[in-house]
């Protein structure tokens, strides 16, 4: 049963990676609208980007 | 769908969706009965004709060929006519204020030398094509980047570039397609803000990970598996238990450790005291036992607590997120205000404007400050002022009070006082309109433990004591166990779970709180205040009384034609009641005189509509008649008088209801700045005992409720409009009733739906119901305590019950007094469509 001396801390590294792509969900504001997105992938346009224009390019990552 | 272009029409319209261009529809349309294409309201007055479409006014059609110019015509098929009627012609110079440095710095996001991302309220989004379009108006209009809609909290996110927009151009534009930006001048005031709990999201998911994995592990001691494999196992998931605690303890319970510091440097015990000291006590007991090899200690009790205490936080500030409540009532000012220098006009910031200052005030705008007349005649209506439904004529070197608003054409004004000073502003600013707010100890919770919270510390310091003497192994085990399982978590949790679902469960009839802590106050009230005007009666659906010789079909005809062409109340009102009986005449040489009346020429025959004293004036002999109530209106037919209408102000409906459910529980007053007229009546409504008062000034409303209260009264008052901020200032709940939610809504603690009013009764008795939920809670969790300090104290307190009872008691008490309170709710009849 040794084992288990490497497999449980092995098993909160795991775990802590889910935390970590759940504070990064919160961050990047996953939860600040949880509507509008189930209405937007229902209308015709992939994503109304505004890929014609460079210069916004780089505005398109939230800060 | 009826006169909405069917699929094959939309897309002959847009080439950009459909290259063959079909001619027009040649069947003749009657435009009366088709709803409009853009926005889908009857095109009663002028419908306008373009390609075989039917649009309401040019506003919409020139919006419906903008967005087939450029290849969004998509929007059309989204939604059944899902534009925004186009109300007010944009003007270019609306907006301009917004390129100001100082108010273009506060209200956008984000700017650097080449764009700039600002967010605005947009209230009028309301579907699927209105994200749509709002997310796609980079096609519209160069310069314009990324946009992005909010839609639950109706706001759009957009991104342009600096050399091509200006902020106030894409503030236009949104108002030219239907969407005008809401701007307050509270956003102005100060930074704005951001209703974000992304920091109370992390922290949650840090308890609830450290919850979760401490419980895995503990789980394996409780069983008792160290016995087969040794301590080596359990000293290791101790270690383990106490790292993953320790963010829980740094991060996530850091607002516990900061209430605990504010509280010891106050001198006073807030619910966060215990908290802190219990969530203390597991530690310094559990890294005892970790560092000793004695356990696990209560690592997962730990950070369970704080997960529960987090959980009930985040419900309340999800309570607090629907309710965008305006404490101030500089937000009813318009934002900018039109200033006159010399021939040419300018838009300014209300913070701008200075005395001296020529300004124009148009129809439905309000004055900004104290001001002298300088031209036209004004008529004001100054409901929010003096509760008087009636407009006041003024002329010309007048003094125009601030908060009143202009009926009819444009006036000019020369400002004489500056913003801050006007009438309204000292009226709020009083030192006597403050209430005396100290909800810290006023709150069910921090009344319960400012008791809990000594008696516990002493329970905990005896056993202490006592154990030191008997024996010393046990001392600090049992002063951390008493400390423990009395942790007050439940305490905690009762009143914001069995209030928060109160609020939620009201706030779904249209009625909002303030917080939580009205509720309570809600409950203790023993006294009625009731405002008259706009609160126990409602404009529109007036009851009509002519007095005079009878009209003919003809006549009366002529009368409602007349009244067709104006705004003013009064004849809307007049209108609407006898509009069910005729279909209007073309009306000539229509002139509507501010503050006097109107006239017209209808079939050849002069009609008169107005005041006495303007039809005295016109030769006329007015008979004086007393007896009539609600407002009079005066009639004249070719240079004859004919008689008078009369407009009763109507009850709202089931009024009668209302009074009969707080008869026999509360003492009642109605105050109002209107006459005696009505006496009779309110008298017949209310009953003998209640005590009615007319003519009364805002000072006298306040004067009154004060004397209430010093006859330890605990008074609710229920009014509108700014004259009652005062007195709803002044009462301990003061209750607002606005027809549309997202309207208006002065400073109070509860914002009323009008058609809430009838149903105040059952709101009364379900805040006394929940206070007694929220009570029998405490005795819940009260029960939980007795039992386990009675253990702890006497060292008999094992890591199992510990650990399963502190949870166990704050769910099952936030099971109960969140359910009870929804159950409770049922009563309250079904919810209201939103306003």
């Known amino acids: 049963m040794i084992v288990l001396f490497f497999l449980i801390p092995l098993s909160i590294l795991i775990a802590a990676g889910f935390l970590g792509a759940f504070l990064w969900a919160v961050r990047s504001g996953q939860f600040e609208d949880t509507q509008t997105p189930s209405m937007r992938m229902l209308l015709d346009e992939p994503n109304p980007q505004p890929h014609n224009n460079p210069k916004f390019q780089k505005d398109l990552k939230e800060p | 769908m009826a006169g909405c272009p069917g699929d094959a029409e939309v897309e002959a319209a847009f080439p950009g969706i459909s290259p063959i261009r079909q001619p027009p529809a040649l069947q003749p349309v009657s435009f009366e009965d088709q709803p409009c294409c853009h926005c889908g309201s009857l095109p ?11 649009f309401c006014c040019q ?16 929007f059309y098929r989204l939604g059944k006519q899902p534009g925004v009627q186009i ?27 080449a764009t700039t991302r600002v967010t605005f309220r947009v209230p009028a989004v309301h579907c699927i094509a209105c994200v749509w379009l709002l997310e796609n108006l980079f096609r519209l209009k160069p310069g314009i980047g990324r946009c992005r809609v909010n839609f639950p909290r109706k706001e759009v996110s957009i991104t342009f570039e600096n050399s091509q927009l200006e902020l106030s151009d894409v503030a236009a534009l949104l108002a030219s397609l239907g969407y005008p930006p809401e701007l307050k001048l509270s956003d102005l005031a100060e930074q704005r803000r951001r209703p974000t709990p992304k920091r109370l999201w992390m922290q949650l998911g840090v ?26 196992l359990e000293r290791l998931f101790g270690y383990i238990s106490l790292a993953l605690a320790l963010p829980v303890l740094l991060y996530s319970a850091a607002d516990y450790w900061r209430g ?36 696990l200690g209560y690592l997962d009790s730990l950070s369970g607590l704080v997960f529960f205490l987090l959980c009930g936080k985040l419900f309340q500030q999800k309570t607090y997120d629907r309710l965008a409540f305006d404490l101030d009532y500089r937000s009813f000012f318009p934002l900018s205000v039109t200033r006159k220098n010399g021939a040419a006009e300018e838009q300014v910031a209300l913070a701008q404007l200075r005395t001296g200052d020529r300004l124009l005030v148009r129809n439905g705008e309000l004055i900004p400050a104290d001001a002298r007349l300088v031209g036209g005649p004004a008529l004001i209506d100054y409901s929010f002022v003096t509760g008087e439904s009636e407009p006041a004529a003024r002329q010309p070197e007048d003094h125009l009070y601030a908060g009143g608003r202009q009926v009819g054409g444009a006036i000019e004004l020369e400002t004489v006082k500056p913003v801050s000073h006007s009438y309204l502003a000292s009226l709020w600013d009083q030192e006597a309109f403050r209430k005396e707010k100290c909800p810290f100890f006023d709150t069910l919770t921090n009344r319960y433990s400012r008791l809990f919270t000594p008696l516990v510390i002493a329970i905990a310091l005896i056993s202490a004591l006592v154990w030191s003497f008997v024996n010393p192994a046990l001392s600090l085990k049992s002063f951390a166990s008493v400390l423990i399982v009395a942790c007050p978590c439940a305490l905690a949790l009762a009143a914001p779970f069995a209030l928060g679902t109160a609020q939620r469960v009201l706030a779904r009839r249209n009625v909002f709180l303030k917080n939580a802590a009205v509720l309570e106050t809600l409950a203790r009230v023993d006294a009625m205040v009731f405002d008259k005007t706009g609160t126990l009666t409602a404009g529109g659906g007036a009851g009509l009384d002519f007095e005079g010789a009878a009209l003919s079909e003809q006549e009366e005809r002529w009368v409602y034609s007349l009244t067709r062409h104006s705004t003013h109340p009064l004849a809307v009102r007049l209108g609407q009641a006898i509009a069910h009986r005729h279909v209007s005449e073309a009306v000539r040489s229509f002139i509507e005189t501010p503050g006097c009346g109107m006239e017209g020429s209808v079939s050849g025959h002069q009609v008169w509509l107005g005041a006495a004293a303007w039809l005295e004036a016109r030769g006329l002999n007015v008979p004086a008649n007393e007896s009539r109530t609600g407002s009079v209106v005066h009639l004249a037919i070719d240079g004859a008088y004919r008689g008078s209408y009369s407009l009763a102000n109507a009850l709202r409906p089931e009024m009668d209801k209302l009074a009969a459910g707080l008869a026999d529980d509360f003492e009642i007053a109605l105050l109002s700045g209107d006459t005696e007229r009505e006496r009779a009546r309110f008298t017949a409504l209310f009953g003998p005992k209640a005590r009615l008062f007319f003519t009364q000034s805002p000072f006298q409303k306040l004067e009154f409720i004060r004397r209430l209260q010093q006859d330890g009264r605990t008074v609710m008052m229920v009014g509108d409009g700014l004259n009652d901020a005062g007195a709803l200032q002044q009462s301990d709940v003061g209750a607002a009733v606005v027809e549309k939610i997202s309207a208006f809504s002065p400073a109070s603690d509860i914002i009323l739906g009008g058609r809430m009013v009838a149903r105040l009764a059952g709101i009364l008795r379900y805040s006394r119901q929940c206070v007694r939920v929220v009570r029998a809670s405490f005795l819940l969790s009260a029960l939980y305590n007795i039992v386990g300090i009675a253990v702890a104290a006497r060292g008999l307190m094992s890591p199992i019950v510990c650990a399963v009872l502190m949870p166990l008691s704050s769910v099952s008490v936030v099971v109960f007094a969140s359910g009870a309170a929804a159950w409770l709710g049922r009563r309250l009849g079904q919810p209201e469509e939103p306003a």
């Open chain 2, 44 to 54: 009663w007055a002028g419908a306008v004709v373009s390609e075989g479409k039917v």
């Open chain 2, 87 to 113: 109300k007010t012609k944009t003007k270019v110079g609306d907006f301009k204020f917004l390129d100001d440095p100082t108010v273009r710095e506060r209200l956008v996001d984000f700017a650097d030398a």
């Open chain 2, 59 to 74: 506003g919409c059609r020139t919006v419906f060929e903008l967005l087939a110019e450029n290849g969004l015509g998509d």
């Open chain 2, 207 to 232: 308890a609830g990970f450290a919850f979760g994995n401490i419980m895995l592990l503990s789980i394996s001691s409780y069983l008792g598996l160290d016995r087969f494999y040794g301590p080596g």
């Open chain 2, 260 to 295: 605990a510091w504010r509280s010891l440097r106050r001198r006073t015990l807030n619910i966060e005291m215990p908290i802190a000291l219990g969530i203390l006590a597991l530690v310094i007991q559990s890294a005892r036992e970790v560092f000793a090899g004695g356990g």
